[in-house]
């Protein structure tokens, strides 16, 4: 597509309940980021997928937050047992292979709220 | 760890007046971009400028530019003409130029633009 989809727009759960966020890339990027970002605050790393496979999932806060991108186009975040702190807007971003200078192109996030 | 702060959590300015965006960055590396995104409400992060550390010159795009100050490690924005669309968030980031690393964001400065 011409830009970054993420879907749903917004999603409020119920604590304890299990919530997928769903990020479409730019055609052709194969690399693909998850952010988060609370209110008031920047953006912070979580995910950073090559292709298929996460490169780098060290910001995961912990292992209820999972993330998937099995066919290395559309990626899947997943987040089990919901708790009110995970309420923020979780942002992805893609850019092309090789790495890029010019940082990445974002989509208009994830506003996740649990109640 | 590389650490950004933006020490302005809002910031004003009047329409077709000129407004200055602080940024300071924590990092051991010598060679790093650097970035101002801004984010209207609709949540998207648009890439404002960006700001290669071995060049000297400060980087410009229309009524955007920057005071890049490498030993002092500065990187703040300047909005020329202030427009009403100029109004959102504006958050300064960095990454060094490994591969797809991901980037590091400050807390964002919030610019009203008053008519």
């Known amino acids: 597509g011409a830009g970054v989809s993420q879907t749903p727009s917004n999603k409020v759960t119920e604590k304890g309940k299990y919530v997928e966020l769903r990020c479409d890339p730019i055609s052709g990027h194969t690399a693909l980021y998850w952010y988060r970002q609370s209110l008031g605050q920047g953006p912070e790393f979580l995910i950073y997928?090559?292709?298929?496979?996460?490169?780098?999932d060290s910001g995961l806060p912990n292992d209820r937050f999972f993330a998937v991108r099995p066919e290395g186009s559309v990626s899947t975040l997943k987040i089990q047992r919901t708790e009110r702190g995970d309420s923020a807007v979780y942002l992805c971003a893609s850019s092309p292979s090789g790495g890029t200078n010019y940082g990445y192109t974002f989509g208009s996030g994830t506003r996740l709220t649990v109640v | 760890a590389q650490t950004v702060t933006q020490s302005q959590p809002e910031m004003s300015v009047q329409e077709a007046e000129t407004v200055t965006l602080s940024c300071t960055y924590d990092?051991?590396?010598?060679?790093?971009?650097l970035f101002w995104y801004k984010q209207p409400p609709s949540r998207q992060m648009i890439l404002v400028i960006r700001?290669?550390?071995?060049?000297?010159q400060n980087a410009t795009e229309n009524r955007f530019s920057v005071n890049f100050q490498k030993a002092a490690k500065s990187f703040s924005l300047k909005i020329s003409d202030s427009q009403l669309g100029d109004a959102a968030m504006y958050f300064c980031?960095?990454?060094?130029?490994?591969?797809?690393?991901?980037?590091?964001f400050g807390k964002g400065t919030r610019l009203s633009v008053i008519a």
């Open positions: 990092t051991s590396e010598s060679d790093y971009y």
């Open positions: 980031a960095y990454r060094i130029p490994s591969g797809n690393t991901p980037l590091v």
């Open positions: 700001q290669e550390a071995y060049k000297q």
């Open positions: 997928f090559q292709g298929t496979g996460a490169a780098d």
